[in-house]
């Protein structure tokens, strides 16, 4: 059974941090892209940042670079979201997703989302 289970979001007042984390389980995490996205109240679903199978290259929503930093760690099935510098629009839900594609077949797991809420 596959899970993506997210956990450290919470309230917190601008300009702080919070670290996210997605542990993943029934499946094998070590093959996947794995990222986080966003979804505010109203808004559509947006891509926050997305790391690659082996943890060599990340990429960000530009709103994003500079204060929010993407990991894995393949050995705890386990990827992470540091996020600095918190502003009141970066309150939304943040979920977490697996996507691998190799040629014939396409997977891709979501979480069930953990709120980070911004504000004084």
């Known amino acids: 059974q596959v899970q993506l289970v997210e956990s450290g979001g919470g309230l917190v007042q601008p300009g702080g941090s919070l670290r996210l984390s997605c542990a993943a389980s029934?499946?094998?995490?070590?093959?996947?892209?794995m990222s986080w996205h966003r979804q505010a109240p109203g808004k559509e679903r947006e891509l926050v940042a997305a790391?690659?199978?082996?943890?060599?290259?990340?990429n960000y929503a530009d709103s994003m670079k500079g204060r929010f930093t993407i990991s894995r760690d393949n050995a705890k099935n386990t990827v992470y979201l540091q996020m600095n510098s918190l502003k009141p629009e970066d309150t939304a839900v943040y979920y977490c997703?697996?996507?691998?594609?190799?040629?014939?077949?396409?997977?891709?797991?979501w979480g069930q989302g953990t709120q980070v809420t911004v504000s004084s």
């Open positions: 029934g499946f094998t995490f070590s093959r996947y892209t």
């Open positions: 790391i690659a199978s082996t943890g060599g290259s990340t």
């Open positions: 997703n697996a996507h691998w594609v190799t040629r014939g077949y396409e997977s891709d797991y």
